[in-house]
């Protein structure tokens, strides 16, 4: 059976490469996007005039909340989405610190 080597990295690493991996797909910024700039809402209200359809986008937003970039608030019948403002920044936090590694050329010992 295999394992998981991820837990062979630092928490920074891994917590970057998890923000990281939320982010790798196009679809999932323009959800971001439009989440910061309309508020929170509904699959159906992310779906209209996107180019994938709303059952992808559900799974998006699963990929999303497993990173804790979006919270989901239940709202019956509806689920409403929004961006979890504090761990945006944290990603973006972490991720100035990892980029910031590779300013002025310098090695890494």
């Not at 209200?45 to 799974?59: D, F, N, Y």
Request: hydrophobic letters at 40%; charged letters at 25%; glycine letters at 6%.
């Amino acid at each position: 059976m295999a394992f998981s080597k991820q837990s062979l990295y630092s928490r920074e690493l891994q917590i970057i490469s998890g923000f990281m991996k939320a982010l790798s797909f196009p679809g999932r910024l323009e959800i971001l996007l439009k989440l910061e700039s309309e508020g929170p809402l509904t699959v159906n209200q992310l779906a209209k005039g996107h180019p994938i359809c709303r059952e992808t986008i559900s799974q998006h937003l699963k990929i999303l909340r497993k990173a804790h970039l979006v919270i989901a608030d239940e709202r019956y019948p509806f689920t409403l989405y929004r961006v979890h403002v504090a761990n945006m920044r944290k990603a973006r936090k972490a991720l100035d610190w990892f980029f910031k590694h590779f300013s002025g050329g310098k090695k890494r010992s």
